[in-house]
């Protein structure tokens, strides 16, 4: 049972990343899905959500730049990122909501100014 991040990078402010969440080891379409993000001196926050039906959720300062999706075919949810802003850097991860949560490793996403 586990997560597999990837996609981060480093990229300058504008530019677009789509990071990636493989699943395994469980029903991936029957769970609410999730992307966090760790920023230099911040606490971790909720950026996007999306559940189990496809409905999307976000914080508002990604509003209108990041998309969140999922492929349940291939167990996969997507975070694609537009115009990204310094302030976007961080530690990302997925997570599975559930009673018992279960967290990817992390990618870092680097945008610089």
């Known amino acids: 049972v586990q997560l597999q991040a990837s996609g981060g990078g480093s990229v300058q402010a504008g530019g677009s990343l789509r990071l990636s969440c493989k699943a395994s080891g469980f029903a991936f379409a029957s769970y609410r899905m999730a992307w966090y993000r760790r920023s230099p001196g911040k606490e971790r926050e909720l950026v996007a959500s999306?559940?189990?039906?496809?409905?999307?959720d976000y914080v508002d300062s990604v509003k209108g730049r990041f998309t969140i999706s999922r492929d349940n075919g291939k167990n996969t949810v997507l975070l694609q990122m537009t115009s990204l802003k310094p302030e976007d850097t961080g530690v990302y991860f997925c997570?599975?909501?559930?009673?018992?949560?279960?967290w990817g490793q992390g990618t870092l996403v680097t945008v610089s100014s």
């Open positions: 999306i559940t189990s039906g496809g409905s999307a």
């Open positions: 997570k599975r909501d559930s009673n018992v949560a279960l």
